[in-house]
């Protein structure tokens, strides 16, 4: 089992092995936290959704249909763009 000492400023070191499996680097951040009484080391998850990159990307759709229908206009362009005409 990996093990770190603790420095006089409260400091640990988090083994290779823990860093590799949890995905941490250098400068990462960490959450401790209390789970049935166990504390768990885990990366800390950003305040921001990792998805409001993208609201808005995409048009919005009443429907199905309309999903579908802008699906098949998508295909259509890029067959035409490639020269074969299908």
Known sequence: M???SVSSKGQVTIPLE???RLGIKEGDRVDFVVED???VLR???GGTDPF???IGAL???GSREQVVEWVRDLREDRDDED???E
Do not use: V
């Open 43 to 45: 990366p800390a998850r």
């Open 2 to 4: 990996p093990s770190s």
């Open 52 to 54: 409001a990159a993208y």
């Open 59 to 61: 048009p919005a759709f």
């Open 18 to 20: 823990i860093r590799n």
């Open 83 to 85: 020269g074969t005409g």
């Open 37 to 39: 009484g166990k504390t």
